[in-house]
């Protein structure tokens, strides 16, 4: 309306608008070039995101699948009623005097009789040379098998044992005839001797289901470790973390969000909420330590208290994701339950809280995932012993009962000298992985199916 | 002249339902209401008009205490509904709220079945004893937001799939399902398209009947044709109270006059 605007007096702007607008004028073409490199910035940035996320997925696989492969020895054994039964009578208690240690000769007897059955040329004569081939946990496999069944004793059966950790790396090609060169183990003539064994069938490799369900092992018998009863550790542990933190962690975000006076008070509660968000994981471990065991006298290593010292780490994650899903409820949604008479609470309960759900929900798997891949508490309430017992009896042995967890365990693994470990961390860390994935998948899903409109 | 307006239209309206006395309203340090006195009849249809931000709604919000709802709002003064002062301690917020009823001004049915959302004031208020009894309150009031025609054949389809103007009777329906006796309608056609406003603003006529009806409106077209009484707000300050008629044709005060020619606002 100026005079300056309707007397016309800018030619310059004037000139440049009626330009042909078949030809780019600079301007534009420096935009569109600018426009153009940031594309190229954002492609960039995710094909970079995309082949670290591709070398990752590789490295773990090709890692850890052998994990789930395991080499077995068919051994034909002669159950010596002679020695595993002395006074011969079949006595359950009896016979379970013999441990381990007199087993362990028959098995490698076993096995010595048919390389020279089956005619193969080995220079070995001891039945202990056969040591070096046969996992220590066999003979606890047999004896369990002979307790078992009583009647077997005086007969040749054949069992299907682990092979030692060196004949499976051999096998898997981890383990060479000349790396083993300097090991005291085995000799490079025993992986020749597995060679052969292989080739008439009593060594093969087979898919691993002990590595799923097992307990751990000790050090020198890499073979026979397993994941599961840190599998059943972390699910516990995460029963803990769901009844601990859902109900306190959404009652507290409801209170913060829909019924507190908004003062200092709040605001500072609401600053350390975020703040705790961000604490070290590890923070949490002392505090558990110093709380639930110290303080409390709850039983070290117990997926109990491993529970609560992750529900104090996942309750801000929690509380922080289910505040902001009830703030996007839109307050019409409010207003209009309150306008009809409806208490706060009711409206927060029949309205808000329905529709802020598929949020709640997907914070709080997200949040237990976390809680599930999380280690550094865990060291510090104990919660990475060495567990090689079997699976806990009940439900209260199961909260209470020393037991590790998935992540504990793979860092266990990790630590360990033998390079047959390093496999199998490989491998726990695909079962980790796969744990997680699904649970996002269930967060995912349950988003989208009970996402409404308003 | 104001009760022969009245007569015409077949009402009887000498009862005061509410009478606000020096109400001021405060969100934080704003004064947004100044000592506003006003008597708003039973039976009859009210129009609060002014320009934006007057503190019409304000007002509006605080005859059945939604301005509770918002930390920083302070209301000092009285507000007699039937004689008794709704900021008593002793009068709960709820209890008032079931007898005050409101529309808001997007129409905002809940994310629920179209049965739910009228059955839900009933249910929570125990109108019903049952299934059958309910059934009957859902019909009576979507009859009464005259929307029953278009949705009896779909009473279990979601709310939120009905048109804008749909919708908004559909929230008129809710109100009225718990048998207020004061209906508040803060600016209920602003969303909706002019077919949509008229048919709205017939209900709004029919209510009266059995409601005193108090609207927030921007249109003074409206207001003229839905409201026997008009309130003209300046900010904050009530500036004239009187039958529609008059306001819009011979108005007392300088300010209004300006406004509904169109000086102002």
Known sequence: MSDATSGGAVPAAGSRRHGSILQLDARTKKRNAKEARFRAYGLGAIIIGLVFLVTLLTAIVSNGVGAFQQTFIEVPVYLDPQKLDKTGNRDAAEMAKVSTFGYTPLIQQGLLDLVDREGIDAPFEKAGDMKALISASAAAKVRDYVLANPDALGETRGFELLASSRVDGYLKGRVTQESVERDRNISAEHLQLADALREIGAIRKGFNSEFIFGADASESRAEQAGIGVAILGSFFMMLVVLAFSLPIGVAASIYLEEFAPKNRLTDLIEVNISNLAAVPSIVFGILGLAVFIEFAHLPQSAPLVGGLVLTLMTLPTIIISTRASLKAVPPSIRDAALGIGASKMQSVFHHVLPLAAPGILTGTIIGLAQALGETAPLLLIGMVGYIATNYPDGISSGFLDPNSAMPAQIYEWAKRADPAYYERAWGGIIILLVFLLTMNIIAIILRRRFERRW | MNDMTLLERGVQTDDIKISARNVEVFYGDTHAIKNVNVEIQDKTVTAFIGPSGCGKSTFLRCINRMNDTIDICRVKGDILLDGEDIYDPKVDPVQLRAKV?????????????????????????????????????????????????????????????????????????????????????????????????????????????????????????????????????????????????????????????????????
Request: glycine share 8%.
């Open chain 2, 101 to 265: 009823g409101m529309v808001f001004q997007k129409p905002n049915p809940f994310p629920k079945s179209i049965y739910d959302n009228v059955a839900y004031g009933p249910k929570i208020h125990g109108l019903a004893r049952n299934k059958a009894e309910l059934d009957e309150i859902v019909e009576r009031a979507l009859r009464r937001g005259a929307i029953w025609d278009e949705v009896k054949d779909r009473l279990h389809s979601p709310g939120t799939g009905l048109s804008g103007g749909q919708q908004q009777r559909l929230c008129i329906a809710r109100a009225v399902a718990t048998e207020p006796e004061v209906l508040l309608m803060d600016e209920p056609c602003s969303a909706l398209d002019p077919i949509a406003t008229a048919q709205v603003e017939e209900l709004i006529d029919e209510l009266r009947q059995d409601y005193s009806v108090v609207i927030v409106t921007h249109s003074m077209q409206q207001a003229a044709r839905v409201s026997q009484k008009t309130a003209f707000f300046h900010l904050g300050t009530l500036v004239e109270y009187g039958a529609t008629d008059r306001i819009f044709t011979s108005p007392e005060d300088p300010r209004t006059e300006s406004y509904i020619t169109g000086r102002i606002g």
